[in-house]
C-alpha cells in the first residue's frame, strides 16, 4: 500500500500523477459515469467498506482531512499486503468539489465492478435450489434501481440482470445514486448490465429459467386478468429457476414482454386506484420468494 | 370556479391579487412549506387529479401555457359547481421559477390537508377487521415517508401518524417530495402528523392497540433474539388492533421504544450483513398484514 498525498502535500504542490487521480475521481463521482478503466466512484465510509470487502479490484481511495477520523474503520482493509492501491490524502476543499453528495464524510474510492457472464448468472449458485434473477427491464429512477438490488440481495436472489439503457433502458446500477442505494449490494450482488431484452429472454428459455412478468398497472393487471394469467406472489412456485421481470415505474413492463412471459404476478391491494411503488412491490414479491425458498430448503 | 390569469394577462400586468397567488404557490412548490392558511403546494397532472379527488379543500389550481394540455383531464373536477377555487393561469417561465420539479408539467394546486384527530385513527373504520397504524418515528428521507405511505394505502392501512420533528423526528408528509413519492396517498390516508411519541404510546396503550416495533438493524435484532421477542412477520396475528412502528434509516427505533412495545418484529434475510431499505421494509410487513386480513374477511 502506498499512502500518498493528493492537492495537500507541505509544498503545496500537486504532482501531475496526483492531478490525474483527483480527476478520474471527479468523473466517477460528480460525472457518475465510469472512469476509462471502467471504475465506479463509491463515496462515504459504509459503502467503501463495502467495496474494500466486496472483491472488486479497487484502483485508489481517496481521504480527505476531515475523513481521516475513518480511517480506524478501514484501516482492517487498508493494511492487506494484496491491497496494493495508492491511498490519496486531499484537503476537505478540493474533497467537496469532487463529490457527488452534500455533505461528504471525507473517503471514497474507485472501484472496478466484477465483470460477469449471463452463463454463471444462468446456473444454480452453490447453497441456492435453484437460480433467482431479477430482470430490471426499464427501471429509470437510479434511487429504485438500488433499492431493488439492496433487498434482491438480502432476499438471496442469485443475480440481477438490466437492460441496456435507451427508451425502454434501466438506470446503470454503478451509477452514484444507485450505488447508494444499493447500499453496496450493486458491488457483491452478481450483474450483468446492459442487455438486450429480447437477447435475454431468448436465453433464459433456452436454459429452462421460469420468466415472470410483475404487473404492477392496473391495465396491464386487467389485460391478464381477462386471459386469467396473472397470479398473487404466493401462488408462484418459487422454488423453480425463476427470472422475475420488473418494468418502467410508469408504464411497467412492454405490452409483448408480458405476453411472451411464461407467467405474471400481480400484488393484491386493498383498493384499485392505488399502486406500488416498483422498489416497493419488487421487495413484497422477493420477501415472498424468500419465505418459499427458507421453507424449502428446511431450514 | 372563476378563472383568471396570472402573470399573462392581455396587458402583461399582473394584479396584486394575482401576484399574491403567485407567491404562494412558490412558497408552497419551491419553499416545501404550508402556507401561512395551511395549503400545501402539489403538482403535476396526477397529483393534482389526486388533489381535486381526495375532499381535501382546495384553494388555488394553477396552469401554465404548457400545463393547458392537461386541462381535459382536470376538466371533470374543475367544472363541478362545489369546486369553488379560482383556477388561474401563467406562462411557462413563471411556473418554472415556482416550481420544484426539473421538468413541471405546468398544472399544480394548493390543497389544505385534511385535520384527523388520533381519536379517529383509534377507532376501527368501516370495512377494516381492526386498525392498522403505521407511526413514522424518525423516518428522515421525504421520499421514505411518501413511499411508505403509499405503500400503507396499497395494503389497507386505516391511518398514520408521525412523530414530531427534531432529534428523532419525521420528515413532514406534506413536503413536495413526500407528497410525490407518496402518489397522492398522503392526501387521503388519514394521517395525524407531528406527535410526540411517549404521549402517543400512552395513548395506543389505553386503546387496546397492540404496537409492534419493526426491527431492521442487526443490533437490535441481536438484542431482541437473545430476549426471544422478535417474530417474522408472518408469525404475527395481523387481525387484532395494530400499530406498527417504524424507526429511523440508520439508527432504527429508539431501545426504549422497542423495549416499551408490546411486540417486535424482523424479516428474516439470506445474509446477515444485509439489510433492507424502510421503505422496502415497511412494504413486507404491510403486504403480510394485507394478506392475513384479506384471509380473515373471507375475500
Not at 20 to 46: I, M, N, Q, S
Not at 73 to 98: H, N, Q, S, W, Y
Not at 187 to 196: E, K, T
Amino acid at each position: 500500500m502506498r499512502d500518498t498525498t493528493a492537492g495537500a502535500s507541505a509544498t503545496g504542490v500537486i504532482t501531475s500523477r496526483e492531478n490525474r487521480w483527483l480527476k478520474e475521481f471527479r468523473v466517477a463521482l460528480r460525472g457518475g459515469v465510469p472512469t476509462a478503466e471502467g471504475a465506479v466512484g463509491v463515496e462515504g465510509v459504509r459503502l467503501v467498506e463495502e467495496a474494500l470487502g466486496s472483491g472488486c479490484r479497487v484502483q485508489a481511495v481517496l481521504i480527505s482531512e476531515g475523513g481521516e477520523r475513518h480511517r480506524e474503520k478501514l484501516a482492517p482493509f487498508l493494511g492487506r499486503p494484496e491491497m496494493a492501491f495508492p491511498v490519496l490524502r486531499t484537503t476537505d476543499r478540493l474533497f467537496e468539489g469532487i463529490a457527488d453528495t452534500e455533505h461528504p464524510q471525507g473517503v471514497a474510492a474507485l472501484v472496478v465492478p466484477r465483470k460477469v457472464d449471463l452463463d454463471e448468472l444462468l446456473a444454480t449458485p452453490r447453497g441456492a435450489c435453484a437460480p433467482l434473477m431479477v430482470v430490471l427491464a426499464g427501471v429509470q429512477d437510479p434511487g429504485n434501481v438500488g433499492t431493488i438490488l439492496r433487498t434482491a440481495a438480502a432476499f438471496g436472489a442469485t443475480g440481477c440482470v438490466t437492460t441496456a439503457t435507451g427508451q425502454s433502458g434501466t438506470a446503470s446500477p454503478f451509477a452514484p445514486k444507485a450505488l447508494r442505494a444499493s447500499a453496496g449490494a450493486a458491488l457483491h450482488l452478481p450483474i450483468v448490465s446492459g442487455m438486450a431484452l429480447g437477447i435475454l429472454l431468448t436465453q433464459l428459455k433456452l436454459s429452462g429459467i421460469h420468466t415472470l412478468a410483475s404487473c404492477v398497472h392496473e391495465e396491464e393487471r386487467g389485460a391478464l386478468r381477462s386471459s386469467g394469467q396473472a397470479m398473487a406472489p404466493w401462488e408462484v412456485d418459487w422454488c423453480q429457476p425463476i427470472a422475475l421481470l420488473v418494468g418502467n415505474e410508469g408504464a411497467g413492463l412492454p405490452q409483448e414482454i408480458v405476453h411472451s412471459a411464461d407467467g405474471s404476478i400481480h400484488i393484491p391491494m386493498a383498493s384499485r386506484v392505488e399502486s406500488l411503488n416498483a422498489a416497493a412491490a419488487a421487495a413484497v414479491v422477493l420477501y415472498e420468494a424468500y419465505r418459499q425458498r427458507k421453507k424449502g430448503s428446511g431450514e
